[in-house]
């Protein structure tokens, strides 16, 4: 494939929105932040649109997730050692409207892929 077909079919899929932007992928280790956790939040029906703008807020909090279920939000976290990420989870919770947690520490990680296959993509 040629230069100049890439570049115009990466200009379709951006100005399409499939690409959003480009990322370099760092390692969390080595950048200083090795400690991950997953939080499960519980919050209250009235407050769910306030929590989710502060969760979003708070650093230290890389993803955050409406789901259904028991729980309302799913937040990943990443801190430098595990007292910063006893602070995230400390933050979180006291955000007026969020019931409780649950916190679910990363022991080890297998695997983590950033692509997304699209059919008819090989």
């Known amino acids: 494939m040629s230069e100049a077909t890439v570049h115009l079919r990466i200009r379709r899929l951006r100005e399409a929105g499939v690409i959003r932007g480009f990322h370099a992928i760092l390692d969390p280790r080595r950048a200083g932040l090795g400690e991950e956790a997953y939080v499960f939040l519980r919050v209250e029906p009235a407050a769910r ?5 502060a969760l ?5 909090v890389y993803e955050l997730y409406e ?5 309302q939000f799913l937040a990943k976290i990443r801190a430098a050692d595990k007292e910063g990420l006893a602070s995230i989870v400390d933050s979180m919770g006291s955000v007026r409207g ?5 916190t679910v520490y990363v022991l080890r990680v297998f695997r983590e892929d950033y692509s997304l296959r699209l059919e008819g993509s090989g």
């Open 49 to 53: 649109r306030r929590v989710a703008e």
């Open 56 to 60: 979003r807020s708070i650093v230290g």
């Open 67 to 71: 789901v259904s279920g028991e729980y």
């Open 98 to 102: 969020v019931a409780s947690t649950k």
